[in-house]
């Protein structure tokens, strides 16, 4: 029986970008909204999202709860009528600190790359550990994930500095304005084709580099490798 609970992921876009830009750029004007309740209308969108996803999973997830924090801001900056350049350096801060939390994690005893990409409810980790140990890699695979550490991090410190950039070349006008939301919600459409899919297809290249890792050093194949009970989860 399918799972009710599963949107079309079409869904997910539309209502975190696409509704909130077209507010931004459409109904700021004073004949329509007006700047501060359109903005409070379009970071109302990704907000019931972010809180209907955590509403759902009934645990923190903690790239979620960064989007709602980063979404607060962009509200509090708007609002309180403060420097553009506030808004670029959110805008940056947020991915380039994830990315420093990746490489400081490789030195402590739970290294972040493992668990967003060895994830058990998705790969067989133990499976992956027990063939480490019959053929002695696990020096080697351990070299593989600390250049897997750098690659993610890279994919981090690629957003945060593109989304400055963007930030400052888009966002010009006062904050407080309604030249202000509608450059906002540009920036909120461009840096989706810009910024996330490229980081998407990074992302993509980690995780193509970690399977032909765990391939080559330990013999098995994706289907071997995935954990299929945890995915159906």
Do not use: C
């Not at 940056?92 to 290294?111: C, E, N």
């Amino acid at each position: 029986m399918p799972d009710t609970n599963k949107l079309n992921p079409l869904i997910e876009p539309l209502v975190t970008l696409i509704i909130p830009a077209l507010i931004l750029m459409k109904l700021s004007g004073p004949e329509q909204l007006g700047t501060a309740p359109a903005l409070l209308l379009a970071i109302a969108f990704p907000l019931a999202w972010g809180m209907r996803d955590l509403l759902r999973r009934r645990k923190l997830n903690l790239f979620a709860a960064l989007g709602m924090v980063s979404v607060l801001l962009t509200g509090g900056i708007g609002l309180l009528q403060l420097d553009t350049q506030w808004l670029a350096a959110k805008e940056a801060a947020i991915p380039a600190l994830i990315g420093l939390a990746v490489l400081v994690s490789d030195q402590t005893r739970y290294p972040l790359v493992r668990t967003l990409l060895l994830n058990p409810t998705l790969v067989d980790v133990a499976a992956i550990q027990r063939q480490l140990s019959a053929r002695g890699s696990e020096q080697a695979f351990e070299a593989r994930l600390r250049t897997a550490t750098w690659m993610l991090s890279g994919t981090f410190f690629f957003s945060a500095a593109m989304n400055y950039f963007l930030a400052t070349w888009i966002v010009t006008s006062p904050a407080g304005s309604p030249a202000f939301n509608e450059e906002l919600g540009r920036l909120t459409l461009v840096s989706y084709p810009m910024i996330a899919i490229p980081s998407m297809l990074m992302m993509m290249a980690v995780l193509y580099y970690l399977a032909r890792t765990i391939h080559t050093l330990t013999g098995l194949r994706l289907a071997e490798i995935l954990n299929r009970h945890g995915a159906e989860r």
